[in-house]
């Protein structure tokens, strides 16, 4: 199974947000393992980043839970007509339509991510940490 993984799954585990922190955990390692693949855009990326320096107050913490994050996630390619093809869908939330769109061009089964409702409206599959979980079993 290829998925695009959202930004708060990512979080939940380097951040150990709970209660959302062992499911998310269970994906990542489920990604680490190659039991499904699991992607992000480069935006997310940079999202992380700067989200975990803002957290932890460490350039160096954030280098470190980024580079362990590319060594289980690969990261998709997003194109010029991705970019307009998500902007011309004037989405409320233009991040969350780009990586739908993100997704769908790079053949993903589907997104999971804990707003599930965030992306209902994208026309691709949208799983919750716990139905990744389940479907694995």
Do not use: W
């Not at 409702?117 to 691709?124: G, M, R, T, V, W």
């Amino acid at each position: 199974m290829r998925l695009m993984i959202d930004t708060n799954i990512i979080l939940d585990v380097l951040l150990e947000r709970e209660p959302f922190y062992e499911q998310s955990r269970t994906i990542l390692s489920s990604c680490e393992k190659k039991d499904i693949y699991g992607f992000i855009s480069a935006s997310t990326a940079t999202d992380i980043f700067y989200l975990v320096r803002k957290a932890l107050g460490s350039t160096d913490e954030a280098y470190n839970a980024l580079g362990h994050i590319l060594n289980i996630v690969k990261i998709l390619t997003v194109t010029n007509d991705d970019v307009n093809s998500a902007f011309l869908q004037r989405a409320k939330d233009f991040e969350d339509c780009l990586l739908a769109v993100c997704a769908k061009s790079n053949n993903c089964d589907g997104i999971v991510t804990r707003n599930k409702k965030d992306f209902l409206s994208f026309d691709i599959s949208v799983y919750s940490p716990d139905e990744i979980v389940e479907l694995m079993k």
